[in-house]
């Protein structure tokens, strides 16, 4: 059964950083690229950030480029995202997840974490 647990949320002003972290069971990490993803309240999930399998290929939403570091550690079954100049409207659920695909595809994450709250105040 594959398992995806965030953690690393919080409270931190604006301007301030976060480091958001998803360790994974159940599957062979390594095979796998993955991605984070976020929602505010109404709004529909929105992508983030993604990596390949080996670490070597980052995509990035426009929104993030250049603030948002997106890294694994495929020898502890670990994903992260490092966030810099959080914004107050970043506000929102974050989620990793694993891709089968296309990960430019929202369609190709078939595995889902239950989500970490940044919550960045202004």
């Known amino acids: 059964q594959v398992q995806l647990v965030e953690s690393g949320g919080g409270l931190v002003q604006a301007g301030g950083s976060l480091r958001l972290s998803c360790v994974a069971s159940g599957l062979t990490f390594r095979r796998y690229g993955m991605g984070w993803f976020r929602q505010a309240p109404g709004k529909e999930r929105e992508f983030v950030a993604a990596?390949?399998?080996?670490?070597?290929?980052?995509n990035y939403a426009d929104s993030v480029k250049g603030r948002f570091t997106i890294s694994r550690d495929n020898a502890a079954n670990k994903l992260y995202l490092q966030m810099n100049s959080l914004k107050p409207e970043e506000t929102a659920v974050y989620y990793c997840?694993?891709?089968?695909?296309?990960?430019?595809?929202?369609?190709?994450?078939?595995?889902w974490g239950q989500g970490t709250q940044v919550t960045v105040s202004s």
């Open positions: 997840a694993v891709s089968v695909g296309n990960r430019a595809e929202i369609q190709s994450y078939v595995y």
């Open positions: 990596v390949s399998e080996s670490g070597g290929i980052t």
